[in-house]
DNA sequence: CACATCTTGGACCGATCAGTTCAAGATAGG
DNA sequence: CCTATCTTGAACTGATCGGTCCAAGATGTG
């Protein structure tokens, strides 16, 4: 039962992520986390940390993965901002269709819990929730786009892109929310042509 | 210490409304509704219920509290669509400037939580969060915007309104907020003239 | 003034929480 | 094969959870 570890940090790590972005740090217990995972509060906290320090890491893995897919995804829409715009939203509606993984976005959770986490935590999800309107008005801002519109839009979408969370936590269908991305990239549509 | 009730229902409800907004349901203890009404636990249970109902009882207090501004401010508003999304958004932003008042949503934070609270609670949480989009729609079919358009309409700001109890969670201040509402108002009226 | 009624404060319950400890035992190196 | 090393399972700790119970005592009625 013993000897060298008996698991994989990668996939524990991903079942852990998952749990908290289902459940939420509050509703997540060490023996859920046990469950999730499949190792026991020992190896847990030897191997992840305590229940802080691995929410921390889960937050700033979801981070970087879907904020990597976000830019990705940008980088292929190119300078067309209707484009980037769609691509932005297309990452955000494929997560939430995967039934592999809960609904909702786990920083969006996160900043809706910032009165009762602790201050690293907090600050780690305020961080991270910023990036997303950051991400889409640099691609924005480097298409063809003037740096007032890129700002707007930014502003607009990365809110819109919120929404989507809250909905889809709501038990939204991704076609209803396929409906809200639809409208608001056509409002976006309208109000571009007698700026560019 | 005791004979006839000494304190007010109202404003222990209100009170705890409040705490269940800041803290969220998981976060809220009986010990922490019993230091914010004022009231111990013999008369919590007593006068309130127990935590599942007094909560249940908290967030249909809020829907029909901020339900009934927005109906108020959409009727006043009148058959102008614009006019009646600015006045929509503005009776979020309100709440969200009042210093007395927890930032973000009762209604979304439940929503957000749905995975672990309990059948009643979800339904009701569901129920309500669909009523924003409805009251509007409603409206904007009253005035003289097509159905369809109306329903678009509907869709889109009510999730840009969503959007603005996330974002005031995370710290944005009225000024954000109000930039949010402002873009998304003017995508609106850029959206509008070749329609209607 | 006396009594029945009802609120209140606080003690108490079993369950569960996050976190710690340690012996059992599997492994790797010599 | 032996031993030092490290993971693992399970028991344990003190705190806190939601919920219950009951005596103390203030009130309204007669």
Redesign the interface.
């Known amino acids: 039962m013993a000897g060298r570890k008996q698991f994989d940090m990668e996939t524990a790590l991903d079942a852990a992520m998952v749990q908290f972005w289902?459940?939420?740090y509050?509703?997540t217990s060490l023996d859920d986390l046990s469950r999730a995972t499949g190792l026991n509060r020992s190896s847990i906290y030897s191997s992840l940390g305590d229940k802080d320090t691995l929410f921390l890491r889960c937050l700033d893995r979801y981070a970087a993965r879907y904020g990597a897919k976000y830019d990705a995804a940008l980088s292929r829409a190119g300078a067309d901002p209707l484009a980037a715009v769609r691509a932005f939203f297309d990452v955000t509606l494929q997560r939430i269709a995967d039934p592999e993984l809960?609904d909702?976005c786990l920083i969006?959770?996160s900043?809706?819990?910032?009165?009762?986490l602790s201050p690293a935590v907090a600050a780690h999800?305020?961080q991270a929730?910023?990036f997303q309107r950051l991400r889409l008005r640099a691609a924005l801002k480097a298409g063809r786009l003037p740096d007032e519109d890129a700002e707007?839009?930014a502003?607009?979408a990365?809110?819109?892109?919120?929404?989507?969370?809250?909905?889809s936590?709501?038990?939204a269908s991704p076609a209803q929310l396929r409906?809200?991305v639809d409208?608001?990239i056509?409002?976006?549509a309208?109000?571009l042509p007698?700026r560019g």
């Open positions: 289902r459940a939420g509050a509703d809960p909702g969006a959770q900043v809706m819990a910032i009165p009762v999800a305020m929730f910023g707007a839009f502003v607009h990365a809110a819109v892109n919120q929404s989507l969370a809250v909905l936590r709501a038990g409906t809200v409208v608001t056509d409002a976006l309208h109000a007698p």
